[in-house]
């Protein structure tokens, strides 16, 4: 029996429920507002009332209302046929709802029922399993999916039938499982799993040791961020954090991308739906739709169920990690999550923490980036989840809660800066605030020194020293003037100016520049380098910058040409011409 | 709003504050209209049977034995071809009079279109201002904000953005807007002889500061129905979006919620984001195009208002006083329109994109040698050519009085770049260099 309740009480999105039975945190349950059902969750219970928010808008709610409980927490839905969909936060299928507007109340199944697919055994009748365990596959477009003991699964079981291999629809009964007491239970390709919780189905969570290539300079050479492993990036509006998630969705070397839009612009999202499905993959040739799921809730979507959007998005990326894939995740932005708390804590009139953001606003954020991570598997095999999520700071001031609370839980810190962004040089981060603390990790300086090449992480840091040098420098100048100082400080400043423009900056809308792999990357950074460890001993300042500009502006043309072709080779040739002239 | 047979009248009311009153009542739905003593008045919360009303006009004189009435509905709207060339409350009853307009009865503040069924935004709008087509272009379906401070023609540069843009409609939310400049609207609209694609919603500083809640969406309804129903490009001006959060904030105060930055509500995000977000290329051809002000206190953009809306808004446009040459432009630094990149060197010429980052950043190092020159630092030749070539762009290309078309534009461009500078200072692709360069 389904415990129910009468509405008691309404402020915006919150409503109170006076309930005749027993309620869970976290429970689901619908209001039934002018013939259609509004879903909630129940957030806080006093006495026999629940605080429920509810993830719609509840204009024209009345008091005592009826009220059903479902029994259980919001649940994502999980089965072949997620990838290349487009979801709400509740993962309704956007591209289900055939009307323009989205009315209160829209419900569609996130994956086809009907559709038919491949299915083959990969288990043997006689074999004990355990949850995630690998028991058939079906093709799903290009990624061998893994149909696997459910997640809610806890104990070991027998596997005592398996369907043969046909074609069925995710329903079909694929396996008979018995348990230590000789109950059955029956396995369909269906699966269903509480979002807010980690699923936890693999053998070993060690540290990552080897790095994710996104094809952007800043990051890879300077910054790299580890195959399964946490990084986030802050900035101001306008310092083009957009820009740089969506490079590195369309370029990152992952299986899949599962991109959350956390109440930001729609027309970014719509920007992916327009070009995703016309741009190739680079790296296995399909379309970039293939491998990537949206979760989609903008800002004028409701409150409440933004912060469903990015554990929605986790539980996907976690189930697909499950059958050894490498899965990138990407939110932007986790500080409308942040808000969403904040709004929802606000009207529950809770005791206020910093910005009158939540107190517990640290554990939430830190539990989150908890989930990410490289995977051992039972199998065998092993998958990851990387995670990437932006922050959209107040003022564009790192000191705020949300900034500070995502920095002890992430790994990796590229910081956006508003200085770049107004002189354009993009990508904007900062080469000396931000920071990859893989670069520390023994397991993945070896991995560089096997893949790059050896003494790579070394040359980084010298690579970095020269940014921060040039930075003394030029401030140095800035205060006692070009006569002021020796001519060596301007070239010191002229070197890091040409690592900015040549490493550092990247032209995301250049066809060639935006996109640069790592051996690439690994050529232009030896090449710089090796230009900058030469001093010139210029006797006029003015010498010196009429030749770096000149070198900088040679180094774009450069980054503007395909690698290896004839016309890079010309370039490179007048480079080291002009090199050898001092 | 005249009272219904049915309808129960209540005379007790418990509570009054300077922006609610409260009372016990039955059978009431959340967000619906009420009249409290002749005043109009919506529901904000409710707690069993003690309903807590916000009275638009403020609460002055109401007594506790008012007259309260429900409406049953929320706030609507009556849309229909009769809206043209007509100025309205911002209960969207008409001004000076004349008969209400005739059609559909809606509610304002409806539901979202659904992001998958939107376009993606790709028709350039001009302005013949080189500070915004050339280095921030707007795109229809976009929506951005001027920053201004409100010393600055802000209504003005609109307006002029507004007759030039080719809009099917244009539809003006006015919030605690003065009544000159109301009427400043109005005389320009008619002397433009454009009357009839103008709807006009406004709150002036004479009306009670509330009621300017309903002002957005009454104008973006009045847009969804001309540009979802009727397949038009609309153009919606909001204006001042600082006043529409400044009394978001009184609400919330009156309402005991506790105040985030800037004594702002913990919710101003997802209010605004409610607003602009209305913005939208839609399939059927129809388009929003929101241009909104949002006035600044001694230029800070770091206030929770500007902040806010920098990260809803796609881009910014930031007027400045240019000392060099005494006039206002639109700053280059601070200034951003986020969908450019969409037409830019593909609506317009290849050289576009490479033009405008040049420009802007040789401009910047002109703002670095002047900065050397403040600290009393000889400056190197190259100093003085940037400087130069800052103060004649700033003339000729950012300031607000330019109208040319984009082409233009990018020659002027190249001749100021030929002027001042040597092919390799400009860093642009060399093809383009040996196209262009005059």
Redesign the interface.
Known sequence: MKTTGKV?????NIV?VRTEGAVSQNEICYITVGGVKLMAEVIKVTGKDAYVQVFD???????GTEVEFEGHMLEATLAPGIISR?YDGLQND??R?E??????GTKTDPIDYEKLWDYKPLAKVGDIVTAGDWLGEVQELWVAHKIMVPFTMEESYTIKSLAEAGEYNVNKVVAVLTDSKGEDHEVTMVQRWPVKKAIKAYTAKPRPSRIMETGVRAIDTFNPIADGGTGFIPG???AGK?VLQHAISKQAEADLIIMVAC?E???E???I??EFPHLDDPRTGHKLMERTTII?N????P?AAREASVYTGMTIAEYYRAMGLKVLLLAD?TS?WA??L??MS??L?EL?GQ??FPMDLSSIISSFYARAGLVHLRSGATGSVTFLGTV?P????LKEPVTESTKKAARCFYALSQQRA???RYPAIDPLDSYSKYLEYPEIVDYLDEHIEEGWVKSVMEGKTLVRRGKEAAEQI?IL????VPVEYHEMFWKSELVDFVILQQDA?DDIDANCPIDRQKYMFDFVMEVCRKQYGFAEF?DC?AFF??L??LF??LN?TVWKSEEFAKYESEIRALVATK | MTTKAFQKIYTKIDNITKATVSLRA???????LATVGGHLAQV??????QVTLQVFEGTEGISTDAEVVFHGV?PTLKVGDGLAGRFFNAYGEPLEGGAPVEGEER?IG????????????SELIATGIAGIDLNNTIVS??KIPFFADPDQPYNQVMANVALRAKADKIILGGMGMTNDDFLYFKNLFENAGVLDRIVCFVNTTENPPVERLLVPDMALTAAEYFA?DKGEKVLVLLTDMTLYADALAIVSNRMD?????DSMP??L??DL??I???A?Q??SGGSITIIAVTTLSGGD????IP??T???T???LFLRNDTDTGKVIVDP??S?S??K?LVIGKKTREDH?QVM?AA??LY?DAAGAK??LE????L???DERALAFAKEYSDKLLSIDVNIDITEMLDTAWALFAKYFKK??V?I??ELVEKYWK
Do not use: W
């Open positions: 008691q009480g309404i402020i915006s109170i808008s509840t204009r024209g709610l009345k008091i487009n956007l591209e709802m009307s323009l507007f989205i009315e209160r101001p509006f306008g957009t109440g612009r729609a027309n999202v719509v920007e739906f327009a989609c903008t800002s004028n979507m409150v932005s409308r808000q969403a904040r709004e606000n009207r009139e206020p910005d009158a959209s107040a003022g564009g001031n107004d002189s354009k800035n003037g070009d006569d002021g809308f003015e910058s500009k000149n900088i502006n774009k043309q503007y | 039955t059978g009431v739905g959340n967000d619906e904000v919360k409710i707690m069993g049977d929320p509610e409806g539901p979202t279109v659904n992001p998958f069924r939107r376009r993606q935004p379906g976009q979802a919620q506790i105040p985030s930055k913990g919710s995000y997802s984001a409610k602009y977000e209305k939208v839609l399939p953009i770091t206030h929770a902040d806010n920098g990260y809803i796609e881009g910014q630094f601070r951003l986020r969908l990149q994109p980052n802007v950043r910047s900065t050397k600290n009393g630092f000889d190197s030749d190259y390799s200072e860093t692709k060399s």
